[in-house]
Structures are given as C-alpha cells and as structure tokens.
C-alpha cells in the first residue's frame, strides 16, 4: 500500500487550537468496526457505552516541558560575546540514560556535533543548563549531554515550555500545563500528550468504575515514533523510532485474566495499542497450559512496532482515539484496526459536521 491511499482533504479551520472550554465535554464519533456504521455522540456518555467487565487501558505517561530554547556558544561562535548568535529551538524527544538526550533541533544546519548550547531564563545572563552536541542525524534529530545538574527535572519546569505539535499555530500558556496533560499523568518522560486520554476527567473516571468497567494503566513515554512526519512512499518503507515504555503486573494479571474470560480489551489511544501489541507479539502462549492462550507478562523495553492495515490485533478488541493526520502512521494504525474504506468514510463524516481535530480535537470510539 502507498502513503497516500491514506489521504484525505481537511479544512484548515477544524484543527482545534486549543482545548475544549471545559474537559471531557468533546464530541465522539462512534464506529462499529464490523458494519461500518457510525453515529455521533458525547465523550461523556463513555460509561453508558462500555459495557461492565470491559477492560480499559490507559497510558499514564506525563509529558515534560520538553521544549526550550538556547544560544548557541560553541566551536563556531564567539566564546566570550556578550550575545551568542543564534537563537535554537530543542525539543527533547527521549531520555537515552545518564545525561544523553535524543532531540530535535531548528534550525539545524549549522548545529553540529562539539558545539555547545546554552539555555537560560528569561533577562538572565548565566545559563541554567550547557549541552554538548555529540552526534547528527537526519531531519534535525541530534543527540545531546547535558552537563550534570541535581534538579534537571526542575529547571525544566522553570524554563521549558509545552511542546505543543506544530499545527497548534500559537505559543503554549499556562493553561496547556494543565490541558495538555492527562488527568491520570504519573510518569513523566512524553515529548507529546497521549491525546486520547486528555477528555478524561476524575469524575468520568469515577463513573467508569462504578459500572464495572475495569481500569488499568501502561506507560509509554511519546517521542519520535509517535509523530514523526512519514517520508517513505510506501508502507513497506516506514521504519519507527524506538519508544520506551513499561507493562505493570497488575495490568499484564488483568489483560490475561480478560482474554481468557473473552472480555473486551479497550486501548485509549494509539500509544496505548502500540504498546499492548507489541507486548503481544513478544508473548508466548503458556507451553505447560496450552489452552490458556496468550499470556503477557510485566517487564520494560521499546517498541518500534509499526502497525498498517493487515496487522492481527491480538489483544487490543476496542478502540478510543483523536482524529488523526492524512497519511500518518496513527490513521493507518487505526485504518488497521477497523478498515481503510470504512474509517475514511468516517473521516469524511466528521469533516462535514466539524468535527474538532488533532491533539485538542473530539475523539472516536471504535468497536
């Protein structure tokens, strides 16, 4: 299959720039995945829809302030100026270890590997954090360390901003710390929100529960294999980055107990779905129990798994998303999971009742 059979035409005016005035108030477009039917409804009804002893799997993972801005001061720049020239735009996109950061930076031409980068606060003049550069890559992908710092997560707080995708044509605010994160958030490392879990709120939550619906979590941490603009013009060719995420006890206990009662597995979001899939095709059905079927098992790792329409989904059986970007990887994993035909027909569905897109957008449920 090519990239763009995946194509579709999307007003410009439907991105949603910004969050819902009040969350978990976004529209839902529901569709069933073996007729084809869809039918509009409310974030909010989720509780009604799900039925009790459906599992529901979320991605607790926290996004950082990832973005920041530094100067550069390094081979090609004057060490003592009083002003370094050029002003450069690093997105932190994974943790390697240590002090090691995988990044991207803009403009990226003239960065390259043994300069140096400062980053300050605003109207200071001594830099709260120096990185090296210490390798180049494609497309602006660098690799940084940072100098040794007790309290880096802290002055990311202070000094990083939010780092909103580029169709979101505005400046974070103080309101996307709070917006631009899900309200079950625990373990920080994202680069960008798992925005399917953004119409959550604890109330809804709450009534989940109460129904019956079970709730358990993951975690992966959303870097450059989650939104990185598809450059190949064939599927075959598209190749992920690696992204770091963890499969808890409880939530390997509960999905195992789940297949084996045939209860419906519901992924919030395409993290969440990458994440159990690939944990699936690393699991063996048990040799001494055979007729126990898949067993998944907790444990750490990263994931590259790329998933396009003739994927065998072995857990995941429900799916809540955003809408998505024409020719991405989300909508051709989504496309995989209810059908290329039947989901850009929901597409176009939600393009004619303006339906809000992307990360600050409404939302699908697929089952």
Not at 171 to 193: C, I, K, L, M, W
Request: charged share 20%; with cysteine.
């Amino acid at each position: 299959m090519r990239v763009t059979d995946f194509h579709f035409d999307l007003p410009e005016e439907l991105i949603a720039q910004s969050p819902p005035p009040v969350r978990g108030t976004s529209r839902m477009l529901r569709l069933d995945r073996r007729t084809g039917e869809f039918s509009d409804d409310f974030f909010r009804n989720l509780p009604e829809i799900l039925r009790p002893g459906d599992l529901l799997i979320l991605n607790d993972s926290r996004v950082i302030p990832a973005r920041l801005y530094a100067t550069r001061a390094g081979l090609h720049t004057q060490h003592n100026s009083p002003n370094p020239s050029g002003k450069i735009e690093v997105l932190l996109t994974q943790h390697l270890g240590g002090e090691d950061w995988s990044v991207l930076v803009r403009p990226s031409r003239k960065v390259q590997p043994g300069e140096q980068l400062h980053f300050n606060a605003p109207n200071q003049t001594e830099p709260l954090l120096t990185a090296e550069i210490l390798t180049a890559g494609e497309f602006g992908e660098r690799t940084l360390r940072f100098a040794p710092t007790p309290d880096f997560q802290a002055i990311l707080e202070k000094i990083g901003h939010m780092p909103l995708p580029p169709y979101i044509h505005r400046s974070d605010t103080s309101q996307d710390r709070d917006r631009y994160q899900t309200v079950f958030s625990h373990e920080p490392g994202s680069a960008a929100a798992p925005t399917a879990g953004l119409h959550f709120t604890p109330e809804i939550l709450a009534q989940l529960k109460q129904n019956g619906i079970q709730i358990e979590t993951i975690t992966l941490h959303v870097g450059l294999g989650t939104f990185q603009p598809v450059r190949a013009e064939n599927l075959a060719d598209i190749h992920l980055h690696a992204e770091h995420y963890t499969l808890p006890a409880a939530t390997a206990t509960a999905i195992n107990t789940g297949l084996a009662e045939g209860r419906r597995i519901i992924a919030a979001g395409t993290t969440t779905t990458r994440t159990l899939e690939h944990c699936a095709q690393l699991a063996n059905t048990d040799p001494f129990e055979p007729h126990t079927g898949l067993r998944l098992h907790p444990h750490s790792g990263a994931t590259e798994i790329f998933i396009s329409p003739g994927h065998n989904f072995r857990v995941v059986s429900g799916l809540l998303t955003n809408f998505h970007l024409p020719q991405s990887t989300l909508l051709m994993l989504v496309s995989a999971f209810a059908g290329r035909e039947q989901v850009l027909a929901a597409y176009a569905h939600a393009v004619r009742e303006r339906y809000r897109f992307f990360s600050y957008g409404d939302c699908m449920l697929l089952l």
